[in-house]
Each structure stands twice: as C-alpha cells, then as structure tokens.
C-alpha cells in the first residue's frame, strides 16, 4: 500500500510518502497504525497521540476502524488548517 | 461554471471577479471572499502545505453541494500554496447567483469546509522558529451550521 504523511508527521518520520507491505491480518487502519508504530521511534512520536491525527482512505477522509487493503492510498495528517 | 485552482503564484481578484459575470444578464449578485495573511505577532511569513489530488477532490465535493442547496450561475474558488508573506493573498471564494442570499450563503458555506475539510496545512515563521498552525475549535463549530 501506499503511505502518505503531511506536516509534522512528515518531519516527525522523516519521509513524505513510502510503499509497504503488510502481513493480511492488517486490515484495518488502526491495525495498520500499531504495525506503523514498531517501525521506530519517528513513527511511535508520530502516532504516539490519536486525537491529533486524521487519517484519509484513498483521498477521502475516513475513520480508524475503515477497512483498508494492499492497493489503498492511505495518508496520516493533523487537523486541517488551510483557508 | 465552477472554477477551483490550486497554485503557488497570486491571483487577481479582478479578473476572478469578472469572470463570475457570464454577461447572460442572469447573474443579480456576486460575493466573494479574499483571505490574506495577517501581520500581526511577529510573523514573519506562513508555509502552506497540501495534499494534491485530495484537496481538489474535497474542495469539488463541497462545491456539488452547494450547487445543490442554491441556484448558483457561477462559482471560482483559488487557494495558494508555497510559501507567503504577510499581506500576501491566500484564498479566494467567489460565487454569482441571480440573488444575494444565494450567493453569500454559499460563498460562507465553501469557506467553512474549506477550513475544517480540505488538506491544507499552515506552517508559520516567526523570530523563534517555525511551528505548524494548530486547527480551531471554532472553524468546527462554523461548519456545523450547515448540517
């Protein structure tokens, strides 16, 4: 799958985008994101906070209990602030 | 006819303006919003990040929307990325309608969800440093008059 990552998760991890696979078992975002946290100490300071996380299923804005499979886009993001 | 726009350069608010006016004789209003970058407390300018694809999908959904609830003849909306100064412009909402409450109401309405839904993020310099622009509560609190 595809990970996209903006503003601070993006410094906090230190890439804006990277492909992943994940074992099938994955298949929800927050099992994604508990898979996303061992990968090291940016990514656990990242998602270290739920609250302030938003999460987007192939550019549409979705929850952490979505269904999610190996072809989705899937991006981490803070609230929104532009306008 | 919708417009959305997505770019680094300015925008001129006279052409945009202009071009929500088809000349058809059916356009009885036009109101628009301009968002600048305020100088006060020190800041030195703001970075606006976004996520392309999905700030032009948002922004398209919500425009379908209010195209639904009014009678809306023309709608432009231009959002600028990269990096900005104080003064600078950063958005424009503008929509043409037979009737002014038309056109106000959904120009408030695309404002408010453009704030709380579209992928845009503000990044902000000031003497100290950089810090990312925190969301407000009262841009959620705006958006949910119109649920």
Sequence with gaps: MKLLYFAWLRQKIGVSEEELSVPSSVATVAALIDCLKSRGAGYEAAFRDLKALRVAVNQQHSRFDAAIGPNDEIAFFPPVTGG | ?147
């Design chain 2, 1 to 147: 006819m919708s417009e959305i726009r997505i770019q680094a350069q300015d925008f001129d608010p006279s052409v945009e303006i202009a071009a929500l006016d088809d000349a058809s004789g059916s356009v009885g209003a036009i109101a628009t919003f301009i968002g600048l970058v305020r100088g006060d407390d020190g800041l030195i300018a703001m970075t606006l990040d976004h996520y392309p694809g999905m700030c032009e999908r948002e922004i398209a959904v919500h425009v379908a929307e209010a195209r639904k609830r009014w009678p809306i003849t023309g709608l432009r909306i231009v959002h600028r990325i990269g990096r900005l100064v104080p003064g600078e412009r950063i958005v424009f909402v503008g929509v043409a309608s037979s009737h002014r409450q038309a056109a106000f109401q959904a120009a408030q309405f695309l404002m408010d969800y453009l704030k709380t839904r579209a992928p845009f993020w503000k990044r902000e310099e000031r003497q100290g440093g950089e810090t990312w622009v925190e969301a407000k509560a009262a841009d959620d609190e705006s958006v949910k008059r119109w649920r």
